[in-house]
């Protein structure tokens, strides 16, 4: 077996080395989002609204009838004393319920209403950490998964290699490699372990961050691949109602105006104090041993002289409130529309750079198979061209990875930012 051949064979084992499967559990990028529900952000935004459907609670519990109590211990006085009204000593038990009209009722509304829309708030806060909190574990995953196929891909360059390493002392024993040759070799074997070693870093570096991002101890773990989503029917000419939906800013401003426009259905009752009132006094002499009660319904009313002038200003800032956030929400809507438009043409530039990847592998692989083909009787530097074609080969697959994970997380942002905004689909990739 001559030279030639001896390197043939060496190449052609080494290029059907096979991958080494892992054992671990897999996960999906749409699993590692599930779980963002249990993390610690979303766990704390999902209190708050607890807290906030409590305090609405409380708010309207305040209102209503009041019961009130009280007893009452002491001389009396008459204003002229006689044998028909004598002083006494006397114990006067007293209790009745009132109910506030008008002003005090429309106060208690308007604490609801407030109450209401910081619920809505809440319930916005946590649509926003939940969306938060998937950017941030999305993009750990797909770091994670980066990593892992770095890393496979590096470690089946470091065993081609060293199955290289006969054949390159050969060819500087032989003479037919020179200095720089040989110094080139040596650079590739050295940038294959180090790639190895940087793509293991990076995954455990990945893990731990997706650990923090979830509240979680999630073991080493295989990522499923990334799907790539097709975007040929997408149509964002306009905000639909499901990226309304999935925007907070929107649904907190929509709260906010809904309390404002409930509070000016209330009139100009908020000035105007009422109350009615029911109740029932008793007196009793132990002395003398006399007794007597009394029943007593009515209204009080109390009313400001300006309510007119109060009422209109009233009427003016709640006007200018709606209004002003009316057009926030016009802004709001625009906002969501450029962010849709601008997350498409993100996927659309990822799509295409994986596009260019794919084709720059096919390339750097047909140019690799031609090499491989004309070492048998080509002469002895198709050995270093060949090595400098995997060094491409290797370079290609690695910007198609990334170029996938690109794809991968624009089409995970455009999601979250209108999960219909197009009609996606998942193929898987390549």
Same mark, same amino acid.
């Given at each position: 077996?001559?030279?030639? !051949?001896?390197?043939?064979?060496?190449?052609?084992?080494?290029?059907?080395?096979?991958?080494?499967?892992?054992?671990?559990?897999?996960?999906?990028? !749409?699993?590692?989002? &599930?779980?963002?529900?249990?993390?610690?952000?979303?766990?704390?935004?999902?209190?708050?609204?607890?807290?906030? @459907?409590?305090?609405?609670?409380?708010?309207?519990?305040?209102?209503?009838?009041?019961?009130?109590t009280g007893? =009452?211990?002491?001389?009396?006085?008459?204003?002229?004393?006689?044998?028909?009204?004598?002083?006494?000593?006397?114990?006067?038990?007293?209790?009745?319920?009132?109910?506030?009209?008008?002003?005090?009722n429309v106060?208690? @509304?308007?604490?609801?209403?407030?109450?209401?829309?910081?619920?809505?708030?809440?319930?916005?806060?946590?649509?926003?950490?939940?969306? !938060?909190v998937i950017d941030l574990a999305d993009t750990a995953f797909l770091l994670y998964w980066q990593s892992k196929e770095r890393k496979l891909l590096a470690e089946n360059l470091v065993g081609q290699i060293k199955k290289w390493s006969l054949a390159a002392k050969e060819e500087r024993i032989s003479g037919s490699w020179s200095l720089a040759d040989g110094l080139y070799f040596d650079r590739v074997q050295s940038q294959a372990v180090d790639a190895v070693n940087q793509a293991q870093i990076q995954e455990e570096t990945a893990l731990s961050?997706? =650990?923090?991002?979830?509240?979680?101890?999630?073991?080493?773990?295989?990522?499923k691949s990334p799907n790539i989503l097709q975007f040929n029917q997408c149509h964002i000419s306009k905000v639909n109602d499901a990226a309304m939906a999935s925007d907070p800013m929107i649904k907190t401003l929509l709260g906010q105006l809904n309390a404002? &426009?409930?509070?000016q259905h209330l009139g100009p009752w908020r000035y105007i104090d009422a109350t009615a009132n029911v109740g029932a006094q008793s007196s009793y002499d132990p002395a003398g041993n006399r007794a007597g009660y009394t029943i007593a319904a009515?209204? !009080?009313?109390?009313?400001?002289?300006?309510?007119i002038d109060a009422d209109n200003a009233h009427i003016s800032k709640l006007a200018a409130q709606a209004e002003s956030l009316q057009l926030q929400i016009l802004q709001?809507?625009?906002?969501?529309?450029?962010?849709?438009?601008?997350?498409?043409?993100?996927?659309?530039?990822?799509?295409?750079?994986?596009?260019?990847?794919?084709?720059?592998?096919?390339?750097? @692989?047909?140019?690799? =198979?031609?090499?491989?083909?004309?070492?048998?009787?080509?002469?002895?530097?198709?050995? &270093?061209?060949?090595?400098?074609?995997?060094?491409d080969w290797f370079q290609a697959e690695t910007m198609r990875i990334n170029a996938i994970a690109a794809v991968a997380a624009a089409a995970a942002k455009l999601r979250r930012l209108d999960p219909s905004a197009c009609g996606l689909f998942a193929t898987s990739p390549g």
């Open positions: 077996m001559n030279f030639n !051949q001896v390197i043939v064979l060496i190449i052609a084992s080494s290029y059907m080395l096979p991958m080494v499967a892992d054992a671990n559990p897999s996960l999906s990028l !749409q699993t590692i989002e &599930r779980m963002v529900r249990r993390s610690l952000p979303v766990q704390a935004a999902l209190a708050n609204i607890k807290a906030a @459907q409590e305090n609405v609670k409380e708010t309207k519990d305040q209102g209503g009838l009041t019961l009130h007893i =009452n211990i002491g001389q009396h006085y008459p204003l002229v004393i006689s044998n028909i009204t004598p002083k006494y000593f006397g114990i006067d038990p007293q209790v009745s319920l009132s109910y506030p009209l008008l002003g005090a106060v208690q @509304q308007e604490k609801t209403y407030e109450s209401i829309s910081a619920l809505s708030t809440s319930r916005a806060t946590l649509l926003q950490t939940r969306l !938060q961050a997706l =650990n923090s991002i979830l509240g979680q101890k999630l073991g080493p773990f295989e990522p404002i &426009r409930a509070e009515g209204i !009080q009313v109390n009313v400001p002289l300006d309510v709001a809507r625009a906002n969501v529309h450029q962010n849709l438009v601008a997350a498409m043409g993100d996927l659309r530039v990822a799509r295409d750079d994986l596009v260019v990847a794919q084709k720059q592998v096919a390339v750097n @692989q047909a140019d690799w =198979n031609s090499l491989h083909a004309m070492m048998q009787d080509g002469p002895n530097d198709v050995f &270093r061209k060949s090595i400098v074609a995997r060094m």
